[in-house]
T-cell receptor
Framework: ETGVTQTPRHLVMGMTNKKSLKCEQH?????MYWYKQSAKKPLELMFV???????ENNSVPSRFSPECPNSSHLFLHLHTLQPEDSALYLC??????????????FGSGTRLTVV | RKEVEQDPGPFNVPEGATVAFNCTYS??????FFWYRQDCRKEPKLLMS???SGNEDGRFTAQLNRASQYISLLIRDSKLSDSATYLC?????????????FGKGTKLSVKP
């Protein structure tokens, strides 16, 4: 285990469904991130939270809605998704956003399929 | 120009071979650099940070050339377990400051 836990591991949802992805980190980090990884594309940053405050929304469609109730938990609420949203959604955490020479620790990801 | 560019490979090498991956980045103000490893259908994991003076960790050596905006990873004495995708990662500057920007990755396959 990396210290960053994501649930569920796999999710199949219809285009009219509403679901949520959950991420929890036990590393005492202050920054959390959502990334999307599609086939043959680099990881794409979606959202950044630093000390519970959203510091970046990388032009993500409003059908993706993040929530960060505290520094240890991050959610991604999904509604009316499209088939092209099918991808691996990765949560990551780091000590702080923007400062220092440290990388991120990733969760195992949620593999999402929209049908 | 893409922010982080890598040769996607695949690199198919025999066990024991030495293999090198290269990466270029577009933002000259970038300050931090990393190599991550991602196994098939798994999450990326930090392999090593890349320092200006170059650094080594066992069979792995990372180099940074700021003037050419170029990062490299050298793997000596390749093992079957080294088979994975290697992601070049740059910590952003300017508008992307602080965020990690990933290359598409270079796929390595080590054969017996």
């Amino acid at each position: 285990e990396t210290g960053v836990t994501q649930t569920p591991r796999h999710l199949v949802m219809g285009m009219t469904n509403k679901k949520s992805l959950k991420c929890e980190q036990h590393l005492g980090h202050n920054a959390m991130y959502w990334y999307k990884q599609s086939a043959k594309k680099p990881l794409e940053l979606m959202f950044v939270y630093n000390f519970k405050e959203q510091t970046e929304n990388n032009s993500v469609p409003s059908r993706f809605s993040p929530e960060c109730p505290n520094s240890s938990h991050l959610f991604l609420h999904l509604h009316t998704l499209q088939p092209e949203d099918s991808a691996l959604y990765l949560c990551a955490s780091s000590q702080d956003a923007g400062v220092g020479n440290y990388g991120y620790t990733f969760g195992s990801g949620t593999r999402l399929t929209v049908v | 120009r893409k922010e982080v560019e890598q040769d996607p490979g695949p690199f198919n090498v025999p066990e024991g071979a030495t293999v090198a991956f290269n990466c270029t980045y577009s933002n000259s103000a970038s300050q931090s650099f990393f190599w991550y490893r991602q196994d098939c259908r798994k999450e990326p994991k930090l392999l090593m940070s890349v320092y200006s003076s170059g650094n080594e960790d066992g069979r792995f050596t990372a180099q940074l050339n700021r003037a050419s905006q170029y990062i490299s990873l050298l793997i000596r004495d390749s093992k079957l377990s080294d088979s994975a995708t290697y992601l070049c990662v740059v910590k952003g500057a300017g508008r992307s400051q602080g965020n990690l920007i990933f290359g598409k990755g270079t796929k390595l396959s080590v054969k017996p």
